[in-house]
């Protein structure tokens, strides 16, 4: 499995994965900002942005698929950063491959499972035929009769690309996630892990919930838990600096 990602700057190294439905592309800004003291990778997870597609989607296998990667880049006692579906692949990695990080962050997800809740993103995405839709817009219309969001339709719309002139292609592998969205929302079982942890969450999102807490750090004795107020999901979006400063604070410690 090749898992395509840009590398940044010099210095002790953090990879970056991202959550469902994305791509590295989203972590672009962020990943420069922290490039300007640490080499930084940000990486595509399989069935996404511009890695290669597999039938196979679970996260024992995204997380070996990071320690292959590792291995092929020479990156010894790396910082994990994974943000929703990629946080949960950096918890199946941290519990697969306990003693190769120095850190983890693990961004708005728990260890549990979810209840399905993407019913609308993937009405949304199969609205829309691509043997009929020609340009992006035609396509976000047909998205926003499922989901009314714009920043969701804009996020999603990202996976389209020019495949030929006039043809439009998803770069995800839409089928397969789809197929496989309920290994997506499993629970990844932790006994116990001394990893130095910090779990980021939003103030206003429900993936971490404050009953959550304890049983985290049950499985975290190193670990804690910050909160940025004032923001949902999309914590490392709504408010880059705060997150940023957490995370240069942590990785200083």
């Keep these: 499995m090749n898992l395509h990602f840009t590398k940044l700057g010099n210095g002790e190294p953090i990879l970056i994965v991202h959550g469902l439905f994305g791509s590295s592309d989203n972590w ?3 990943g420069k900002k922290f490039s300007e003291k640490n080499t930084v990778y940000l990486i595509d997870l399989r069935n996404h942005g511009r890695s290669d597609h597999s039938d196979e989607m679970n996260y024992e296998i ?3 698929d990071l320690m292959n990667f590792i291995n092929k880049e020479n990156i010894v006692q790396p910082i994990l950063l994974g943000h929703s579906m990629g946080g949960k692949t950096a ?9 190769i990080l120095s850190k983890l962050i693990v961004a708005d997800i728990g260890t549990k499972s979810y209840p399905m809740h993407h019913d609308q993103i993937l009405k949304g995405l199969n609205s829309i035929d691509l043997n009929i839709t020609k340009n992006r817009s035609d396509a976000q219309k047909k998205i926003g009769t499922h989901i009314k969001e714009i920043g969701v339709q804009q996020f999603l719309l990202k996976n389209l690309y020019w495949i030929n002139k006039g043809q439009l292609a998803w770069r995800m592998n839409l089928n397969v996630i789809e197929k496989n969205i309920f290994e997506i929302l499993k629970k990844i079982n932790i006994d116990k892990n001394f990893t130095k942890t910090l779990f980021l969450r939003g103030g206003l999102s429900n993936y971490i919930l404050l009953e959550d807490f304890e049983e985290i750090q049950k499985q975290f004795p190193n670990g804690k838990i910050k909160t940025i107020e004032n923001v949902g999901h999309w914590l490392h979006v709504e408010n880059p600096s705060k ?8 990785i200083k410690e």
């Excluded at 918890?91 to 003693?99: A, G, R």
């Design 28 to 30: 672009r800004t962020l």
């Design 62 to 64: 995204m997380a070996d």
């Design 91 to 99: 918890l199946m990695f941290v519990k697969k491959f306990p003693n």
């Design 243 to 250: 997150f940023y400063r957490l995370v240069v604070d942590f």
